[in-house]
């Protein structure tokens, strides 16, 4: 069951990705899907709008007809019990008609005011009242920070259990952020070099050329740090500092990044100007086109204090990783859309191919993740010619250059695990609160000073300059984000 079944992301995202799991065969024969929503349709009106869905993602759609076939439609209201008790009656015949065997998947992809309500009445109308498995899947943002999070985990718990609720963040159905773990845990020459002996920092990038769009109510309440960092920017960290899981299993995974989340230092009051940087774009030049500033969209208030842009440098205090510093950046109107990782390799002791001219470049292992997928890796290599010199090369792996352009959309990869039970690549609850916990020090302190710079960086450009300084000052730069070319890979 689909809440918000006419929406924006059910129509992006999870349509495409139900057909394409549909069209691969991972997906049964014996499957059923019932839109819920307010606004009222039949099913055939709703059926066209799947196939038009599919049809404007996908190319190749032989099987539509009989794919939109399954999808069922129910005009509803969150907060009337007799509406769910329709709803339990259509999914009851559904249950018989397909043989489903009792098994039922509630997706929440709709507002996030109404999780709470939802769930609750699930239970008191008895939807969970199954013979099979039921999973709540919910989009974020789980809260708005640690209290209002609390406050919904505790109403979702009364329905379902933590083993049963599937916290979706579509970063981490990311082919390459799922590779980060197979690239430290298979490789011997990573693992051992992934520690504070010869890693110097890391950095964990992710920009958008895009504005608020129509978002600018949703944004002002959020902003990049409630937007991006507690979720996306936090998860990817945890996933590259964790320790080695003893086995690959959900429970030992979560472990293992809860324990990372736990050792971040806390940053609060006045320390929080010497880690954060927070930003706000004005209007300026995006790929040739001029377009506005924060504070001239639409629903933005013109003297808002919203950043959308934030910068930090965290600082993980255990053995593995005490001393370095894991920088992170993200934001609204920058000069590129790229989310990458870049772990920076301490220098050798002493350069033997140093000139006047040049300095030896650190080794960097760059892993992209959007909109390329793929890995490079800096070495330094003798230059050609007669003399005795280092220059840099670059030894790349780019995952659609290899396996073409069927790389499966984060959402497919999510439905899939949900279905088939799989949870480790969702976020527990102790990683939710753990998080909001760290994020919302900084959050009270800035909504509680006004931002006396703001804007502070023009639209199509990296950032405010207070950024690059953060790295300047531990004798770091930020390394560029163009793409490499994955033709040449």
């Known amino acids: 069951m689909i809440f918000g079944a006419t929406g924006d992301l059910a129509n992006r995202k999870l349509y495409p990705s139900l057909y394409k799991l549909f069209e691969k065969g991972n997906l049964s024969d014996k499957f059923a899907v019932i839109g819920v929503a307010r606004r009222p349709l039949t099913n055939e009106e709703f059926q066209e709008n799947i196939k038009k869905s599919v049809k404007s993602s996908i190319q190749k759609e032989d099987r539509i007809d009989e794919f939109a076939s ?67 899947v919910i989009e974020k943002p789980f809260g708005h920070d640690l209290q209002s999070a609390q406050e919904l985990n505790d109403q979702i718990r009364t329905a379902f259990s933590e083993d049963e609720v599937y ?82 299993t959900t429970e030992e995974i979560r472990s293992e990044k809860v324990r990372v989340l736990r050792a971040l230092r806390p940053i609060e009051g006045e320390e929080i100007k010497e880690y954060f940087v927070r930003g706000q774009y004005d209007k300026g030049t995006v790929e040739g086109t001029q377009v506005l500033g924060y504070r001239e969209e639409q629903m933005v208030n013109p003297e808002s204090n919203t950043e959308t842009y934030v910068a930090g440098k965290l600082m993980i205090d255990n053995f593995r990783w005490a001393g370095v510093p894991i920088y992170i950046r993200t934001g609204k109107r ?46 330094n290599a003798k230059k050609a010619g007669q003399n005795i010199a280092a220059t840099p090369v670059k030894l790349n792996y780019a995952n659609r250059g290899i396996d073409g352009l ?32 760290f994020v919302d020090k900084i959050s009270d302190v800035w909504e509680n000073q006004k931002a006396e710079n703001y804007p502070n960086y023009n639209a199509g450009t990296m950032g405010p300059r207070e950024a690059d300084e953060l790295l300047e000052k531990d004798g770091f730069h930020w390394w560029p984000i163009s793409n490499f070319d994955v033709d040449k890979c």
């Open 70 to 136: 399954h999808f069922y439609y129910h005009s509803h209201d969150v907060t009337d019990s007799n509406s769910y008790a329709v709803l339990n009656n259509l999914a009851n015949q559904l249950d018989s008609n397909y043989d489903l065997q009792g098994n039922r998947i509630f997706y929440l992809a709709m507002a996030p005011e109404f999780f709470g309500t939802i769930a609750l009445h699930l239970k008191e109308d008895g939807l969970t009242n199954v013979s099979g498995f039921k999973r709540l």
């Open 167 to 248: 916290r979706i963040d579509h970063y981490l159905g990311k082919e390459m952020v799922q590779n980060i773990e197979v690239i430290r845990f298979a490789n011997a020459i990573f693992e051992p070099l992934w520690n504070n002996r010869y890693i110097s920092n890391i950095q964990v990038t992710s920009s958008e050329v895009l504005g608020v769009e129509e978002r600018g109510r949703y944004y002002e309440k959020s902003g990049a740090l409630r937007d991006m960092v507690q979720n996306h920017m936090l998860q990817m960290v945890a996933l590259l500092a964790m320790e080695p899981p003893i086995k690959l």
């Open 334 to 379: 920058m000069d590129a859309k790229s989310t990458k990782i870049v772990i920076q390799f301490k220098d050798i002791p002493m350069n033997l191919y140093y000139s006047p001219e040049e300095t030896l470049n650190p080794n960097l292992l760059v892993i992209h993740i959007q909109p390329e997928e793929g890995i490079t890796l800096h070495l």
């Open 406 to 437: 069927n790389t499966p959309e984060a959402y497919e990869k999510l439905l899939f695990d949900c279905m088939r039970g799989d949870a480790t690549n969702f976020t527990h609850w102790d990683e939710v609160a753990l998080s909001w916990s």
